[in-house]
């Protein structure tokens, strides 16, 4: 079982960028795959970014293909969002996800945080 805890949401104004990170608990993390999604008010949860069990395949979501970069460091149990040119739209509750079953996490996906609050002035 893994625990996972978010940091590093805030507000910032549009254009700005802002680095979110996921801590895991747990001695296994490197078993598994890992990702981001958001979810607006009164929206569904929505696929941001996801990263394999290596590092060395990742996703994005076409809304933030070219602005955002996953990463993860399995020696401190982290994965990060580097994000960058920050639009309104990308305001919303980040969460981060892991799952030991699959290569790319889903909203099926077994792990969850409790979410940071990224808000995007324009």
């Known amino acids: 079982q893994v625990q996972l805890r978010e940091s590093g949401g805030g507000l910032v104004q549009a254009g700005e960028s802002l680095r979110l990170s996921c801590v895991a608990s747990g001695r296994t993390f490197s078993s598994y795959s890992l990702g981001w999604f958001r979810q607006a008010p009164g929206k569904e949860r929505q696929f941001v970014a996801s990263?394999?069990?290596?590092?060395?395949?990742?996703a994005y979501g076409d809304s933030v293909k070219g602005r955002f970069t996953i990463t993860r460091d399995n020696a401190k149990n982290t994965v990060s969002l580097q994000m960058s040119s920050l639009k309104a739209e990308d305001t919303a509750v980040y969460y981060c996800?892991?799952?030991?079953?699959?290569?790319?996490?889903?909203?099926?996906?077994?792990?969850w945080g409790q979410g940071t609050q990224v808000t995007v002035s324009s």
């Open positions: 996800a892991a799952d030991p079953h699959v290569l790319t996490v889903t909203l099926k996906s077994e792990y």
């Open positions: 990263i394999s069990r290596t590092g060395a395949t990742w």
